[in-house]
């Protein structure tokens, strides 16, 4: 029966790069990443004011659907609705009658009847959001799907990026360490930081580093010296073992001696690089506690941009469902 009803959705006339949705950065044009940027710029300046509220979306109901697990992303979905005015509800995967065994288009179908007029959807599937785009008349924001994307995420790196290389991505090099097979992070940052010019390298263990990365825009360093000497930046990434069958890395102490960002590693890089971790983060596994808490360390600033960003981007696709 709801099958009957897709030929009625949005699916014959889905456009990937409909912007009232926000589904990656793969493809996004550079100005419409600076835009979104220019706009996260002038939610944080309002977010450090105390107390800061405004009623830009009085009247907006928006669901957050994490269907894997999350803390910051979260969070700051909501911190970011709640400051704008709208109405945030929420579900997960235990206590929704997913668990029951309904599909992912019959149970969001159901809600999205409900009057809700945004959906922020994480889920463990590569292409679950579009596949959401592509059959309701909400726009969707994904907030992670699967190794896909993380475009908010994505986002808010280039924005504390931005920050520290003064508005200049041309002649700039990011290293990004670690687990760049399982990484939608990666993946968003590659594609938005490539489209504006900068050069990203990536470094992992073999089996961590997939094939066909260069065809991305990226280069591939053969060792963590190698991708961070005179970087501008390095990140930082999680082994996402959750994701692994098993066997890709050794154990956690090696791992570390090789591929950990330690202090001495650090002076590789140029004088003025900042370090980044999307977080969650393993102290003294793929990078070491003290450069976590270091002066050279944004990674409480990527937090603090993450609530600007989920704004700006809030905003946007509220507007632009507004104008049909
Ligand atoms: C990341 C994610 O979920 O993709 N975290 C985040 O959203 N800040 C990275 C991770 O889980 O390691």
Known sequence: MLGDRASHDAGLFFNPRDRRHLLGLDGMPREEILEILDRAEVYRHNLSIERFASDELTGVTVLNAFLEDSTRTRVSFEVAERRLG???????TNGSSM??????LDTFRTVAAMGIDLIVVRHPGAGAPSTLARHLQVPIIN????????PTQGLLDIMTLRQAWHDRFEGRRIAIIGDIAHSRVARSAMFGLTTLGTTVTVAGPPGLIPSGVEGLGCRVAHSLEEAMTGADAVMALRLQRERMDHGLVPSLGEYAQVWGISADRLRLLKADAVVLHPGPLNRDVEIAAEVADGERS?????????VAVRCAVLSRCARRKSQG
């Open 143 to 150: 907030a992670g799907d699967g190794v896909h994307e993380h």
């Open 86 to 92: 709208a109405l945030p509800v929420s579900f997960s």
């Open 298 to 306: 944004v990674i409480l600033r990527q937090v603090t941009n993450g």
């Open 99 to 104: 668990s029951k065994g309904e599909s992912l």
